[in-house]
């Protein structure tokens, strides 16, 4: 079992910076990857960003150049900086663990409870 708890969400205006943070707790070690997913309402939800153990990164087109995610293994804590906010990024962000296979993302069933990212224009 992996624990998975997110924080950092809120309200900001286009243009504007928000920093998400996801802890995990438990059996970390078979799910060592992590990744951002994010659902807008009336959509599916969508793979953000993805980093593995020793730092290789995936990011959806969307987001390349404006989201960074990042991981401090020592705290067992994942980030997604996002910066240039629009408000297409309005949605609720969710925590995913699961691992690598080659170069893809292979999402596992471990979630956190999602924050809500909210961006105003």
């Known amino acids: 079992q992996v624990q998975l708890v997110e924080s950092g969400g809120g309200l900001v205006q286009a243009g504007g910076s928000l920093r998400l943070s996801c802890t995990a707790s438990g059996s970390t070690f078979s799910f060592p990857s992590r990744a951002w997913y994010r659902q807008a309402p009336g959509k599916q939800r969508e793979l953000v960003a993805s980093i593995s153990p020793d730092g290789y990164t995936n990011y959806a087109d969307l987001v390349k150049g404006r989201f960074t995610i990042s991981r401090d293994n020592a705290k067992n804590t994942v980030y997604l900086q996002m910066n240039s906010l629009k408000s297409e990024d309005t949605a609720v962000y969710y925590c995913?663990?699961?691992?690598?296979?080659?170069?893809?993302?292979?999402?596992?069933?471990?979630w956190g409870q999602g924050t809500q990212v909210t961006v105003s224009s």
């Open positions: 995913n663990a699961g691992y690598y296979s080659g170069y893809y993302y292979i999402k596992g069933n471990y």
